[in-house]
């Protein structure tokens, strides 16, 4: 069984509480979920915008068996304090220290979505923090190059928020609009509670931070085995272009789960759990 924790992350000054995590009482930290050996491997899982740690608990069942499976509340997310500023480089230095305060060598990350986004950062600037990564559903840019694409896209996730909706009234139709039909119901529901206990602010920020994020260029340098995992009725991630993704990441494989959408973890967790097994199976054959 997952046990809540928190690291103590150097950040600013601020306590936020949720249940069934413990409560942020020191400068700063970050809360998270362990279970497994400390002793294990470490796995380290990543949620994206509107998650939550708790969001992995079907992953962190299954891999704990065999490894040390953690995964976070990003800043701002759960038992997880924000940043001052939000950035897609200040998040993933915080990823850095998360992983430097709990003594992690070389773990191996999982990304979903936003968290993806930050693993790609610190593998740009310190290519050996991994022994492998997971790319699930995410992006190695923000959308397309033309402004007009981006302005709308903000428009259409914060406008809501703009006018004076609440993220605890916008999430289910949100959730609905990720998931494909045969999305796991108990999946389905998590995520829409995550999102709805996601502090408006701390939406709001996640947002913006993607306008500057690109990292297309740094991909041919991840120089650790690599999974790209697609939904194959992602819309906020397509399939189409995570195999691109796939194919500028020397030795990445590439799978898409079918019917999957955005949250395929949660969608579909069992063939989300056997596409991780299978590819950690074959990394440890080939050590």
Same mark, same amino acid.
């Given at each position: 069984m997952a046990v809540p924790h928190v690291a103590s992350v150097p950040q600013a000054a601020h306590q936020q509480t949720q249940q069934e995590y413990e409560q942020v009482v020191s400068s700063g930290g970050i809360g998270y979920l362990e279970a497994g050996a400390a002793s294990a491997v470490p796995i380290v899982f990543l949620h994206g915008i509107g998650g939550a740690a708790r969001m992995f608990r079907a992953q962190l069942d299954h891999f704990g068996a065999d490894y040390r499976a953690i995964a976070w509340d990003m800043p701002g997310y759960g038992g997880s304090v924000p940043l001052p500023l939000v950035t897609i480089d200040a998040l993933a230095a915080a990823l850095g220290g998360f992983i430097d305060e709990l003594g992690l060598d070389r773990p191996v990350l999982v990304g979903h979505s936003l968290g993806g986004m930050l693993l790609q950062r610190l593998l740009a600037k310190a290519p050996h923090r991994a022994r492998a990564v997971v790319l699930a559903q995410t992006s190695a840019a923000f959308g397309s190059r033309d &402004?007009?694409?981006q302005n709308e896209f903000l428009s259409a996730r914060l406008g809501p928020l703009d006018a004076g909706h609440s993220m605890a009234a916008l999430a289910g139709a949100m959730v609905a609009d990720m998931v494909g &039909?045969? $999305?796991?119901p108990a999946g389905v529901a998590l995520a829409r509670d995550c999102l709805a206990h996601t502090p408006d602010s701390t939406y709001r920020d996640s947002v913006l $931070? @993607?306008?500057a994020f690109d990292c297309r260029d740094a991909l041919a340098q991840i120089a650790v085995p690599? @999974?790209?995992l697609a939904g194959t009725l992602d819309t906020s991630a397509p399939a189409s272009g995570m195999e691109r993704m796939a194919a500028r990441i020397p030795g990445a494989q590439y799978i898409a789960l079918e019917g999957a959408g955005h949250l395929a973890h @949660?969608?579909?967790p069992q063939p989300f759990n056997a596409a991780l097994e299978r590819f950690l199976r074959n990394?440890?054959?080939e050590a």
């Open positions: &402004p007009a694409w &039909p045969g $999305a796991d $931070a @993607l306008r690599a @999974l790209v @949660l969608e579909q990394i440890r054959s």
